[in-house]
């Protein structure tokens, strides 16, 4: 009998700071069943050995920022029979996607002793704006549990088990007080999808929505509660959507509105 041929998996990076890769390192325990249930095909993270495709599933984590990655993911999803986009930069852009609000050159000129060497895009933006993605994998840096559930129910050709609902659902069902109503906290939890489960409101601290907007996230309302009941200055506001998820189209467009 010949042995059963496991599934690949590829881990592909790029604009990022390789933290939600190391998130599926981080499973410890997980990560030998992991290992066991697949072929890390390619990983540069965890192994040097490189299997060509075609690849079950690919997990791609970063934003699109050059021509050379613009081509690039469109190669990896050719490769891909299913394409994972992992955090804030593979699914909005990332704290790079900042640069969507100005003039890249100037940031070169200021940087780069050669500027017309650089080779790069006038924007940051997630994989989903270059390729057909299959799922998107919020946070920054996603949840390890969650990256696991997606890996496990697209080798098993289920729909993966992942909250679209609220951090705001979090924060109750931790018996929290809201930060927001309690204490007049600046808090975007109620537009921003759960999976932290509301680290930062558990610790007396406004969410900063790491995990970008929810499913019909209403930002207008919540802006305009921030500016007559929190007294919360226009600026701070447009800084406060313009974090790990300045690109998501909700937050980009309510930032726009009032920076304006």
């Known amino acids: 009998m010949q042995p059963k041929v496991k599934p690949k998996l590829a881990v592909w990076k790029f604009a990022s700071c390789d933290g939600c890769q190391l998130s599926l390192l981080d499973c410890e325990d997980e990560l030998l069943d992991v290992v066991g ?83 790069t895009l006038k924007k940051s933006t997630p994989i989903g704006d270059h390729v057909r993605v299959d799922f998107e994998l919020r946070g920054c840096p996603i949840n390890q549990y969650q990256l696991l559930e997606v890996i496990n129910a697209f080798l098993n050709g289920r729909k993966p088990n992942i909250p679209t609902y609220s951090v705001c659902v979090e924060c109750k069902r931790r018996g929290l007080s809201c930060v927001m109503v309690s204490q007049g906290t600046p808090c975007l939890g109620p537009v921003t999808q759960a999976g932290c489960d509301a680290l930062c409101p558990s610790y007396n601290r406004g969410c900063y929505a790491c995990f970008g907007p929810k499913e019909s996230a209403n930002v207008p309302s919540l802006s305009q509660w921030w500016r007559s009941s929190l007294d919360v200055r226009r600026e701070d506001l447009v800084r406060s959507l313009r974090t790990f998820n300045s690109g998501a189209t909700d937050f980009e467009r309510e930032s726009i509105r009032h920076a304006n």
């Open 37 to 119: 249930a697949v072929e890390l095909a390619y990983f540069p993270e965890a192994t040097k050995s490189v299997v060509d495709g075609p690849y079950d599933v690919s997990l791609v984590e970063g934003s699109i920022t050059t021509p050379h990655d613009a081509e690039r993911i469109h190669q990896i999803r050719r490769e891909s029979k299913v394409l994972v986009t992992i955090g804030a930069c593979a699914t909005s852009g990332g704290i790079q996607a900042l640069r969507n609000f100005a003039n890249v050159e100037s940031f070169t000129r200021i940087v780069y002793a050669a500027p017309q060497y650089i080779d």
